[in-house]
């Protein structure tokens, strides 16, 4: 008896499963065709809503939209193809909450105090969800990672901040890992469905809705998407094409809900994976490209003819301060990151509308390499980008100490690429002795960067007491925490 009644609540999930599925279908999209000039005529309205889509653990370059020769990403390609799509784009960290904390603060790793596994946000911190509920918006977060936490001051100036409750997993594949800890219930579908039923009833008021998409980090996707083999790079795009169909879901419900012509929805990830590149697979190790080059798409309430695609260097702390320009809302307090309104204007090919010339950098992230070990000292790395070249140093305090103009010092603490020849940075140009003169250039726009003065909230950063619960639940998305 007992499974009988199994059987047929396994049958029950699977009908709900796959009746979600036939939400996937695009509709026509009925935007109307907007200009350059729409661009800016965003700022004077009223009546703009923004989807926030994060998907953990999304590198650039799995994205067609991108370059990648597998089709794992139909619906985004979309939004890109008739939206602005920014081509390199980086994320501030390698992990999710430091990552994480410098998209809502708009700050550097070192100037907000994110950086290892304890750390919270204050509430003197200013968050856009904070700005935005003080200009009339109503502020919902949907979230499956454990970084994020209301633990961790992340759900901040949100109305509602809710994990959604999980249900059966019936027919999905994901990543096999030696950690027994490696897996959480549910899957993307119940942020979708939570997200799609905020949608139905959101009122007339102006809303930003905040998703956190977790099935890439998990390499888990339903049968029907896997389309593309069973090795882990293979499981990794059948996730991606997975939550592509779930973000379909989500346009096809903005449109249905008539929603989509007053609606900014943001695409981009925390950070991204690696694949053995550099000799090591994941994340939260290193700052080499393949796990900070993240895709950035903007879908506008109306569709571009010609899709803009910005080809100047941006970053994550850019996200927030470009759409506060575009909606003309109040600047984020103490930033790092600039608007890249101008950069989009002048990609579209009328700078003579943009306010100044394309910025071209210097961009930063950083990793304290101790983020998950209480009793161990920092440990941080960091890494510069530059149109044409990427460098990374290891920020030692007894190093930093010796002699400034030693070589040896300096070729084992930095690293230095071209990215013109060498975009997946294989051949450390500091091997080479002429190239140290280069490296005491960049050595100094590091230094002025981490000079810069921190927000008054600063010191006000908190360390949390983990329960033992929650660093299961951290170890399950596959964090080892000491």
Same mark, same amino acid.
């Given at each position: 008896?007992?499974?009988?009644?199994?059987?047929?609540?396994?049958?029950?999930?699977?009908?709900?499963?796959?009746?979600?599925?036939?939400?996937?279908?695009?509709?026509?999209?009925?935007?109307?065709?907007?200009?350059?000039?729409?661009?800016?005529?965003?700022?004077?309205?009223?009546?703009?809503?923004?989807?926030?889509?994060?998907?953990?653990?999304?590198?650039?370059?799995?994205?067609?939209?991108?370059?990648?020769?597998?089709?794992?990403?139909?619906?985004?390609?979309?939004?890109?193809?008739?939206?602005?799509?920014?081509?390199?784009?980086?994320?501030?960290?390698?992990?999710?909450?430091?990552?994480?904390?410098?998209?809502?603060?708009?700050?550097?790793?070192?100037?907000?105090?994110?950086?290892?596994?304890?750390?919270?946000?204050?509430?003197?911190?200013?968050?856009?969800?904070?700005?935005?509920?003080?200009?009339?918006?109503?502020?919902?977060?949907?979230?499956?990672?454990?970084?994020?936490?209301?633990?961790?001051?992340?759900?901040?100036?949100?109305?509602?901040?809710?994990?959604?409750?999980?249900?059966?997993?019936?027919?999905?594949?994901?990543?096999?890992?030696?950690?027994?800890?490696?897996?959480?219930?549910?899957?993307?579908?119940?942020?979708?469905?939570?997200?799609?039923?905020?949608?139905?009833?959101?009122?007339?008021?102006?809303?930003?809705?905040?998703?956190?998409?977790?099935?890439?980090?998990?390499?888990?996707?339903?049968?029907?998407?896997?389309?593309?083999?069973?090795?882990?790079?293979?499981?990794?795009?059948?996730?991606?094409?997975?939550?592509?169909?779930?973000?379909?879901?989500?346009?096809?419900?903005?449109?249905?809900?008539?929603?989509?012509?007053?609606?900014?929805?943001?695409?981009?990830?925390?950070?991204?994976?690696?694949?053995?590149?550099?000799?090591?697979?994941?994340?939260?190790?290193?700052?080499?490209?393949?796990?900070?080059?993240?895709?950035?798409?903007?879908?506008?309430?109306?569709?571009?003819?010609?899709?803009?695609?910005?080809?100047?260097?941006? #970053?994550?702390? @850019?996200?927030?301060? =470009?759409?506060? *320009?575009? /909606?003309?809302?109040?600047? !984020?307090?103490?930033?790092?990151?600039?608007?890249?309104?101008?950069?989009?204007?002048?990609?579209?090919?009328?700078?003579?509308?943009?306010?100044?010339?394309?910025?071209?950098?210097?961009?930063?992230?950083?990793?304290?390499?101790?983020?998950?070990?209480?009793?161990?000292?920092?440990?941080?790395?960091?890494?510069?980008?530059?149109?044409?070249?990427?460098?990374?140093?290891?920020?030692?305090?007894?190093?930093?100490?010796?002699?400034?103009?030693?070589?040896?010092?300096?070729?084992?603490?930095?690293?230095?690429?071209?990215?013109?020849?060498?975009?997946?940075?294989?051949?450390?140009?500091?091997?080479? #002795?002429?190239? @140290?003169?280069?490296? =005491?250039?960049? *050595?100094? /726009?590091?230094?002025?960067? !981490?000079?810069?003065?921190?927000?008054?909230?600063?010191?006000?950063?908190?360390?949390?007491?983990?329960?033992?619960?929650?660093?299961?639940?951290?170890?399950?998305?596959?964090?080892?925490?000491?």
């Amino acid at each position: 008896m007992l499974s009988r009644k199994i059987l047929y609540a396994a049958l029950g999930i699977l009908l709900a499963v796959l009746f979600f599925l036939t939400q996937f279908q695009f509709q026509p999209d009925e935007r109307p065709i907007g200009e350059v000039e729409s661009i800016l005529e965003l700022a004077s309205r009223d009546d703009l809503n923004i989807v926030f889509v994060l998907i953990d653990t999304l590198r650039a370059d799995r994205l067609t939209s991108y370059g990648y020769e597998r089709p794992t990403s139909p619906t985004m390609d979309r939004l890109a193809r008739t939206g602005i799509r920014f081509s390199r784009h980086y994320s501030q960290s390698s992990w999710t909450k430091t990552s994480m904390a410098s998209i809502w603060t708009g700050m550097y790793p070192h100037r907000n105090g994110i950086l290892r596994f304890d750390h919270a946000l204050p509430d003197a911190a200013l968050l856009p969800a904070e700005i935005l509920r003080e200009e009339g918006f109503s502020t919902a977060a949907i979230w499956r990672n454990g970084w994020v936490a209301p633990t961790f001051g992340f759900d901040q100036g949100f109305e509602t901040y809710h994990r959604p409750s999980t249900g059966m997993q019936i027919g999905f594949q994901r990543r096999e890992s030696e950690n027994p800890y490696a897996k959480i219930a549910g899957s993307d579908v119940d942020v979708t469905e939570n997200a799609i039923e905020f949608l139905r009833l959101t009122g007339d008021d102006s809303f930003m809705l905040y998703l956190h998409y977790m099935d890439a980090h998990q390499y888990m996707s339903d049968e029907t998407s896997a389309l593309f083999g069973s090795s882990y790079s293979d499981l990794y795009d059948n996730s991606i094409h997975w939550t592509d169909r779930n973000i379909a879901a989500l346009i096809k419900t903005l449109e249905e809900e008539n929603l989509r012509d007053n609606t900014i929805v943001v695409i981009t990830s925390d950070h991204g994976e690696a694949f053995g590149e550099h000799g090591a697979e994941g994340h939260a190790k290193d700052l080499h490209t393949e796990v900070i080059h993240v895709p950035w798409i903007l879908s506008l309430p109306f569709s571009l003819a010609e899709g803009i695609v910005v080809n100047s260097p941006s #970053e994550n702390v @850019d996200i927030w301060p =470009t759409l506060f *320009d575009l /909606m003309g809302a109040p600047e !984020l307090e103490y930033a790092d990151g600039r608007s890249r309104l101008s950069e989009i204007l002048t990609s579209a090919g009328r700078p003579d509308l943009a306010e100044r010339e394309p910025d071209t950098g210097p961009l930063f992230a950083e990793l304290d390499r101790s983020w998950g070990k209480a009793e161990k000292p920092s440990d941080p790395i960091v890494a510069l980008t530059l149109p044409d070249n990427r460098y990374m140093r290891v920020i030692n305090p007894n190093a930093l100490r010796q002699k400034a103009g030693s070589q040896r010092l300096r070729r084992s603490t930095s690293l230095l690429y071209d990215l013109r020849e060498d975009p997946l940075e294989q051949n450390d140009l500091l091997q080479r #002795e002429e190239n @140290d003169e280069r490296a =005491t250039k960049l *050595d100094a /726009m590091v230094d002025e960067i !981490l000079a810069r003065p921190p927000p008054p909230w600063r010191n006000d950063v908190e360390k949390v007491e983990l329960s033992d619960m929650q660093k299961g639940q951290l170890r399950a998305i596959g964090y080892a925490i000491e």
